[in-house]
């Protein structure tokens, strides 16, 4: 028989709206525990290597458009401080993934003994009825576990925990394809280093060694001597297990041929070496949920402002397609102006059907092209801290997240420095 865990609030995911999610419900009282397959916490920072600081402010002005949890993630990985209003980059690049880790380890571990943390587990199915969640199993090296919350948030990025206990979701075809980000060492600048790495990387297509790329997106960002790689496309489907694995390999191996072409073709890179790539590769999109409210891209564009609003987005529709599309900087399908900072409704974080479930992340409810712009790091981030506050007020009233006021959610955010950018605070 499986081993039975039980738990106030349970947040399946620990990427970047997971870890803030579980931050958040400990923070406010309830007995927390956090589930993620991977050794570690951070997501797409960690797990995939982006680390940028996505959304955290204003193109126009740099200025800083949330606080809470996402700020002071970035206060502590040392790119600036809590008095701040205004940051050096629109997005933020904090200096070391692995110091990331180390750091979402201690934040997590600082929340005990309200916080368990569970890593190398992977949700696998879901036991429901009558709109409630009754139990969630997963997989890790005590075998099977059933998990028995109170409530439950859904940070996996792909909606799987709301699929699988029979909320209604959507997925758009085509999705947006993947991205596996990846570093090469030793590598020496070079005034024409873009110019013969985009010829390198054409050549290499036309020779049937490289798929679908972009860009190229290379910089030094690590070290002197260290390149950054955000250039290649995989088109495919995260939520399906064998499409997944095939773009695993394929990124793989589209990143090895551009290493090999670099270092026997491109002055600067004689001597490199492949650093790391992934662990993971970058999902962009998959399932969504169906929620009490879809976030549109005429509500970011004509930045909707929301009573329930518990978050706030301010980056562009941010789409990319299944194609090349060499030579530019802008990766996206058509080049879309940075919005003002929008508010996001709590409603997106409610899927329909299932009470004593929220939904943070990528896959919270948004249309296609709203949730491309909704996607990006710190959005996640300020929605999962919405997310784990609003389950921790859930426990607290003796309700369920269904049945909480978004209003109370947002005074209880605005109480903690967090929820959604206001002009006046400036």
């Known amino acids: 028989m499986p081993t039975t865990l039980k738990t106030d609030v349970l947040v399946c995911g620990g990427g970047c709206a997971g870890l803030c999610a579980a931050l958040a419900a400990a923070r406010n009282g309830a007995e927390t525990l956090l589930v993620e397959r991977a050794g570690f916490a951070g997501g797409i920072i960690t797990a995939v290597g982006l680390p940028y600081f996505d959304g955290i402010a204003r193109k126009r002005d740099r200025r800083l458009i949330m606080g809470g949890i996402p700020l002071e993630l970035l206060v502590r990985s ?50 429901s009825d009558g709109g409630h969640i009754h139990e969630v199993l997963v997989a890790n090296k005590d075998g099977l576990v059933r998990i028995e919350a109170r409530t439950v948030v859904d940070c996996t990025g792909d909606g799987d925990v709301a699929a699988w206990s029979g909320a209604p979701v959507v997925k758009t075809e085509p999705l947006q394809p993947l991205t596996l980000h990846f570093r090469f060492g030793n590598v020496k600048p070079h005034p024409d280093l873009r110019k013969n790495t985009s010829a390198q990387l054409e050549a290499a297509q036309k020779a049937g060694e490289l798929g679908m790329y972009y860009g190229p997106g290379l910089m030094f960002m690590f070290a002197p001597d260290e390149l950054y790689f955000h250039t290649i496309r995989v088109p495919g489907d995260a939520s399906d297990a064998a499409d997944l694995t095939r773009c695993e390999m394929q990124g793989r191996a589209d990143a090895w041929a551009i290493f090999q072409r670099l270092k026997a073709n491109v002055p600067g890179c004689e001597d490199a070496y492949y650093v ?13 949920i169906d929620g009490e409210y879809v976030l549109s891209e005429h509500d970011i564009l004509a930045g909707r402002k929301f009573d329930d609003a518990v978050a706030t987005g301010c980056w562009y529709l941010d789409v990319h397609p ?13 080049v879309m102006p940075f919005p003002e900072p929008y508010d996001i409704s709590y409603r997106t974080l409610r899927p329909k059907k299932i009470g004593n479930l929220l939904v943070a992340g990528r896959c919270h409810s948004a249309t296609h092209l709203a949730a491309a712009s909704s996607r990006v790091t710190c959005t996640a981030m300020a929605l999962g801290q919405a997310a784990g506050t609003a389950a921790a007020m859930a426990i607290e009233a003796k309700k369920t997240p269904a049945e909480l006021s978004g209003v109370d959610v947002r005074r209880r955010l605005e109480s903690q420095h967090a929820g959604p950018y206001m002009e006046m605070k400036t």
């Open 78 to 127: 040392g790119i600036c401080k809590a008095t701040d209003e205004t940051v050096e980059k629109y997005n933020p690049t904090i200096r070391s993934i692995e110091q990331f880790k180390v750091l979402a380890d201690q934040m997590l571990q600082a929340e005990a003994p309200r916080m368990r943390v569970l890593y190398h587990t992977v949700v696998c199915d879901v036991k």
């Open 276 to 288: 790391t790539s992934g662990p993971y590769i970058g999902v962009r999109e998959t399932r969504r």
């Open 322 to 334: 299944n194609r090349n599309t060499p030579g530019s900087d802008w990766h996206s399908e058509k």
